[in-house]
C-alpha cells in the first residue's frame, strides 16, 4: 500500500496540541532584551523631533533608536543619500536609482522621510516586553506634515502601468477586442470592485535576532527564509554564510511572511546597539500597515457573446492600489487570461500611488480577486442568455491554454462541473431569481470556476539513513500550518522503503539544503521531488551496498531485482531471500548513507506544457428579506490537483481556502480613514473574519488526475486554489436569490437592503 496519499495525522501534530512546538517568538536566548517599534501617526511628512531623552531614562529601557542614531547602512538610501551630500560639499542629491537596495520597502531610519501611516519611525528596547511597549507609547514625536495622496480620484487621474514581471505582462492582446465586442450580438459590461484586505494569522510577524560579532542568526516566522538571509546579507554588507535564519514552525502566513518587512532587519540593528540578542513582535495593531496587505481593485470587465454563449471577446481592466514605497501589483487578469476560449482578449493592469503601506501577496494573489470578476460577469451573461451557468462555462472550455496555445498537462474540469454539481443537486435548480424559499428565507444557489497555476522551482535535499535504521531527511523549507513535515515525511518513507514512524523530516533552518519560498502553492511541487530523489538516491546506495555484500542473502542479485518496503531489503521474486535495512548497515561498521539532490523541473515541460489547477465551487445562500443578512449552510468544492500526496491534510487546505472565500465574500474589508490613511479596524474585534457559526457544510471532492508533467510525483499545489472562485460563486448565489446584482465586495447587508 503506497504512503503517498494516505491521510495519516500530522507528525508534528503532538507537538502542537502539547505547546512544544517553539515558534519564533519562543527561542529562549541568554541576555535576551525586548523591542517594541513605535509607527508614524501622519501619511506623509518629516520627523521634525522624537523626544528620545526623557524616553531613555525610564525604567529597564536601553535603546531608542530612531533616524538619529540607527546604524548606518551601506546599501540604504538614507546612506546613499549622506555619501553623496559629503562627496558634493554638503549639497543634497537625489540617490542614484540604479544603487537602490534590492528591497526598497524596508523603512530602516536611515532618514527623517515618512510615506505612509503606520510606517516604523522608532524602535525602543528595554529590560522586559513591559517596559519595552509603554516606553514605547510614551515617545512623543513631532512632524511637518506634507499633503498625502490619499483621494482615490485624484489618484485615478495618475494612473501608470506597473513594471512587467515574467508571466505577469501588464498588457496582454489577442486579436482585435475592441472590434469583436461592436460586432458581438450579447455584451457585459460592469465595474467590479474588492476592498483592502489585511492578513491576521494567529501568528503575529516575530524576530528574534542575535549577533556573534559580524555573524547574525534571526529567529523568524517567514515563509522564505533563504530570502530572509539574502536580505540581511545585502542589508548588512555580509556574506550570506554569515546569516543564519531559523524557522521551525509558522502560525499561519497566507502571503505576508513571504517578504521581508522592516521589523526583521530594524530587530538585528537594535541588537547592534543593545549588544545583546533582541525579540521584536509585532504587535495586532501594527499588522495594518508595515507588513503588506491585499491591495484594493476596480475591474472593468467586458464579455461578448453569441446568441448561443460563444464568447466572442474578453477585455478586463484593472486598476490596483500601490504605494509611494514600492510598487506591488494584484495580478487580477492572470486568471482571466487563460480561464475561457476566444480567439480577441484585451486585458491591462495599472496602479494608482497612495500613502499607504506597501501592499503585499494575500492567498491566491490576483487569481481571487481577478476570479471574482470574471467569474461574476459569467453569471451575468448566463442570465441574459438565459442559460445554464454551467452550460455557459463548458460551451466555452479551453481545451488549450488560450494565452500560451500550449496543451494542459492536465486538465479535470469537464469532470469537476460534472461531480460537482451532482453532489449540489444543482438540477433542481430553478433558474428565476428569487424562486427559491426556505421558508420565509431567499435561497439562492450559485457557483464558479476556481483555478491557480500550478508552480514550481527548484529545491535541494538531504537524506540520511542512520545505523539504526531510521533515516532523516531535511530541506530549507517551511510548514506554515499547511502540513509539509508530514507530507515530505510520506513522501521520503515511501522512497526510502521504511514505515514513517522511521522517518523524521527536518526543515525550517538555512543551514539545511536551499528550498523556495512557500508561496505560490509550490512547496510540494517543489520540495517534494528534491526529497524523493535525495531519498531515493540513499535507498540506491543501500541496495548496492546489499548485493555487492557476501554476508547478505541479496549479494549478486541485480539491483533492479532488488525491493525495499517496510524497513527490509528483498528479492523481487525469491522472498526468502531479505534481510533488515539495519543488518545491512550493521556489516559496514554502521556509517550512514547519504544523498544529496538539486530537483529542477526540466526546461523543455514548460515549454511544452502549460500547468494548472482547476476546479468548480457551488454555493447555497440564505438571504433574510428584510434586513439582507446572508447565510451560507453548504458549499460544494470539486478540484482537479494532481495527485494528492495526504487525502487529510488535502481536504484541510481546500476547506481553509473556501472558509477564507466565504470571508473575502461577505466580510473582510479593511476601513481606512482616508483623511489620514490609517486602518481604523486594525484588530481582531473589528476586523471580520468568518468564525465557527459562519460555516456551514462544506463537502469537497478531489477528481482522480494524472499529471507526470508538473514533477515525478504528480503533485501540484493547493494552498491557494481553494479560496478561487468562492466569492463570486457567492455573489451569484446572492443575486439568484435576490436579484441584485453585488459588484462591490464585501457583500454586507446595506447593500441588499437599499
Known amino acids: 500500500m503506497s504512503i503517498i496519499g494516505q491521510g495519516i495525522d500530522r507528525t508534528d ?28 501617526t501622519v501619511p506623509k511628512g518629516r520627523i521634525v523631533a522624537i523626544d528620545s531623552a526623557a524616553i531613555k531614562a525610564m525604567k529597564g529601557v536601553r535603546v531608542v533608536m530612531t533616524h538619529q542614531n540607527a546604524p548606518r547602512l551601506a546599501h540604504s538610501k538614507g546612506a546613499q543619500h549622506e555619501d553623496k551630500a559629503k562627496s558634493s560639499g554638503g549639497q543634497q542629491t537625489k540617490p542614484d536609482k540604479k544603487q537602490q537596495p534590492p528591497n526598497p520597502k524596508l523603512s530602516l531610519l536611515q532618514d527623517d522621510r515618512v510615506q505612509y501611516n503606520a510606517q516604523p519611525i522608532a524602535v525602543v528596547v528595554a529590560d522586559t516586553f513591559e517596559q519595552a511597549r509603554d516606553a514605547a507609547r510614551s515617545v512623543k514625536v513631532r512632524y511637518a506634515k506634507e499633503p498625502a495622496q490619499l483621494n482615490l480620484d485624484q489618484a485615478r487621474q495618475k494612473l501608470r502601468a506597473p513594471e512587467a514581471q515574467p508571466g505577469r505582462p501588464s498588457e496582454s492582446k489577442r486579436g482585435d477586442a475592441a472590434a469583436a465586442l461592436e460586432r458581438a450580438p450579447v455584451r457585459i459590461d460592469a465595474l467590479y470592485t474588492t476592498p483592502i484586505e489585511n492578513h491576521n494569522p494567529m501568528e503575529p510577524h516575530a524576530t528574534i ?68 540578542p533582541v525579540k521584536l513582535v509585532v504587535e495586532r495593531t501594527q499588522m495594518f500597515g508595515p507588513v503588506g496587505a491585499r491591495p484594493l481593485t476596480e475591474q472593468s470587465l467586458c464579455l461578448g457573446a453569441t446568441t448561443e454563449g460563444k464568447l466572442t471577446a474578453i477585455t478586463h481592466d484593472t486598476v490596483s492600489h500601490t504605494s509611494f514605497v514600492d510598487d506591488f ?137 542512520l545505523a539504526d535504521g531510521t533515516a532523516v531527511v531535511r530541506s530549507g523549507s517551511h510548514d506554515l500550518g499547511t502540513g509539509t513535515y508530514t507530507v515530505m515525511t510520506q513522501i521520503a518513507a515511501e522512497a526510502l522503503g521504511l514505515p514513517v514512524s522511521k522517518v523524521r523530516f527536518e526543515l525550517g533552518d538555512t543551514s539545511m539544503p536551499e528550498a523556495p519560498v512557500s508561496g505560490g502553492s509550490q512547496t510540494v511541487a517543489s520540495v517534494g521531488p528534491a526529497v524523493w530523489q535525495a531519498a531515493r538516491g540513499v535507498r540506491h546506495k543501500l541496495i548496492l551496498m546489499a548485493v555487492a555484500d557476501r554476508g547478505s542473502p541479496l549479494h549478486g542479485v541485480a539491483v533492479t531485482d532488488v525491493d525495499v518496503a517496510d524497513g527490509w531489503l528483498s528479492h523481487g521474486t525469491d522472498r526468502a531471500r531479505r534481510e533488515p535495512i539495519g543488518a545491512v548497515l550493521a556489516r559496514h561498521g554502521g556509517q550512514s548513507v547519504t544523498a544529496q539532490s538539486n530537483a529542477e523541473q526540466e526546461a523543455d515541460k514548460k515549454k511544452q506544457f502549460a500547468m494548472q489547477s482547476f476546479g468548480a465551487v ?95 510525483l504528480g503533485a501540484k499545489g493547493i494552498g491557494e486554489i481553494g479560496i478561487t472562485g468562492v466569492a463570486a460563486a457567492i455573489a451569484n448565489a446572492v443575486y439568484h436569490a435576490t436579484g441584485k446584482r453585488i459588484r462591490d465586495l464585501p457583500i454586507t447587508p446595506d447593500k441588499l437592503i437599499v
Not at 29 to 38: I, K, T
Not at 229 to 258: D, H, L, M, N
Open 13 to 40: 501534530g503532538r507537538l502542537k496540541v502539547t505547546g512544544a512546538a517553539t515558534y519564533s517568538a519562543e527561542h529562549q536566548l541568554p541576555r535576551l532584551v525586548h523591542a517594541v517599534m513605535v509607527l508614524s
Open 209 to 276: 535576532a542575535a549577533w556573534d560579532g559580524d555573524h547574525l542568526t534571526l529567529y523568524d516566522s517567514t515563509q522564505n527564509i533563504s530570502g530572509v538571509r539574502r536580505t540581511a546579507a545585502t542589508t548588512f554588507g555580509i556574506e550570506p554564510e554569515k546569516v543564519r535564519v531559523v524557522c521551525p514552525f509558522v502560525g499561519g502566513g497566507f502571503g505576508c511572511k513571504g517578504s521581508t518587512w522592516s521589523h526583521v532587519m530594524l530587530a538585528a540593528m537594535a541588537a547592534k546597539l543593545a549588544g545583546a
Open 329 to 465: 501589483s494584484e495580478p487580477c487578469t492572470a486568471v482571466t487570461r487563460k480561464a475561457y476560449q476566444t480567439e480577441s482578449l484585451h486585458t491591462t493592469q495599472k496602479l494608482m500611488t497612495l500613502n499607504l503601506g506597501v501592499p503585499t501577496y494575500m492567498r491566491a494573489p490576483g487569481e481571487s480577486t481577478g476570479s471574482f470578476a470574471l467569474e461574476s460577469a459569467m453569471d451575468e451573461l448566463a442570465y441574459k442568455l438565459m442559460m445554464d451557468p454551467i452550460q455557459l462555462r463548458l460551451a466555452n472550455y479551453a481545451e488549450r491554454d488560450p494565452e500560451k496555445n500550449l496543451p494542459w498537462s492536465s486538465k479535470s474540469l469537464r469532470e469537476c462541473y460534472r461531480v460537482g454539481a451532482e453532489r449540489f443537486g444543482w438540477a433542481k435548480r430553478t433558474a428565476e431569481p428569487g424562486s427559491m424559499r426556505a421558508g420565509r428565507m431567499l435561497v439562492g444557489w450559485g457557483m464558479a470556476t476556481a483555478a491557480y497555476p500550478a508552480n514550481r522551482q527548484g529545491a535541494k535535499a538531504s537524506a540520511t539513513l
Open 618 to 712: 457551488f454555493v447555497e445562500v440564505h438571504v433574510d428579506p428584510d434586513v439582507g443578512t446572508v447565510r451560507v449552510p453548504r458549499i460544494v468544492g470539486a478540484y482537479g490537483v494532481g495527485r494528492i500526496m495526504n487525502a487529510k491534510l488535502a481536504h484541510s487546505q481546500l476547506m481553509g481556502g473556501i472558509v477564507w472565500g466565504l470571508g473575502m465574500g461577505l466580510m473582510e474589508k479593511t476601513e481606512i480613514d482616508w483623511r489620514y490613511g490609517r486602518a481604523v479596524n486594525e484588530n481582531l474585534a473589528d476586523y471580520h473574519v468568518p468564525v465557527n457559526a459562519d460555516v456551514g457544510a462544506i463537502d469537497i471532492v478531489v477528481v482522480d488526475e494524472q499529471d507526470q508533467q508538473i514533477n515525478e
